[in-house]
């Protein structure tokens, strides 16, 4: 059972260049999600998923984009990458937003972006 | 509308005196909260959740946090501090009613002086 697994760690991109962030998580959980974390700014959801086939946006979705095609993966790529999307990107999953058993939100080990 | 307020960005105590984080949520649901620590550089660690059954909540490395339906508060609290301690701390609020709704608050730095 490894959790969720953010893969790259680290990453420097150019200005308009495209690429991938992965996450995969082996718990079987429906919700998955991705947050970008800005200095004083906190975690801002960007898209979430809640079952494979369907996703949503979140608070700051332009210039992200997501699919969920299997339970266990939510990738997220930037198409044209900008400098404002320098952030750390977490992916989180839980079995279920939410509901009263309190279902614990897992984190990835986070994925430092910086575009140039 | 649900939101959750960390009421401090910054709190710095001395080793050995008490830790008191401060988080306020507003919902017309029943929440779950939680409390994630994130060391620098670091992913973010559960400390502790609170799912409708003890209002005080007993988490990891000596912290715990009291649900006050009546205030709408989840203060974190730790009896003495340690300088392990010193990371960002952040409230976070799950509700059922939305699939969207895991909020996080903006987070507490804690610093801990020698």
């Known amino acids: 059972n490894a959790g969720v697994t953010q893969t790259p760690k ?6 308009g260049q495209s690429m991938t962030l992965q996450c995969a998580q082996d718990m079987n959980h429906e919700y998955m999600s991705w947050y970008r974390q800005d200095p004083g700014m906190g975690l801002r959801l960007i898209h979430y998923s809640v ?9 700051v979705p332009n210039g992200y984009n997501v699919s969920r095609s299997t339970t266990e993966d939510f990738p997220l790529r930037l198409l044209s990458a900008a400098p404002s999307q320098t952030s750390v990107y977490f992916c989180a999953s839980s079995y279920s937003p939410g509901a009263s058993s309190g279902n614990t939100i897992y984190f990835g080990e986070g994925s430092w972006l910086t575009v140039v | 509308a649900q939101s959750v307020t960390q009421l401090d960005s910054h709190v710095s105590v001395s080793e050995g005196t008490p830790v008191l984080l401060r988080c306020n949520y507003s919902s017309s649901y029943s929440p779950s909260l ?4 994130q060391h620098p550089n670091k992913g973010l660690q559960l400390l502790l959740k609170y799912t409708s059954a003890a209002t005080l909540v007993k ?3 000596g912290f715990e946090a009291e649900f006050k339906k009546s205030e709408t508060s989840f203060h ?9 301690d010193a990371a960002e701390y952040f409230c976070v609020v799950s509700y059922y009613s939305s699939a969207s709704k895991i909020i996080f608050g903006s987070g507490t730095r ?5």
């Open chain 2, 110 to 114: 804690l610093s801990i002086r020698p």
């Open chain 1, 51 to 59: 079952g494979a086939g369907i996703t949503d946006q979140g608070e």
């Open chain 2, 59 to 61: 988490g990891i490395n």
């Open chain 1, 10 to 15: 680290f990453q420097v991109l150019k200005t």
């Open chain 2, 76 to 84: 974190l609290t730790k009896p003495s501090a340690h300088m392990s």
């Open chain 2, 34 to 37: 939680f409390w994630y620590v």
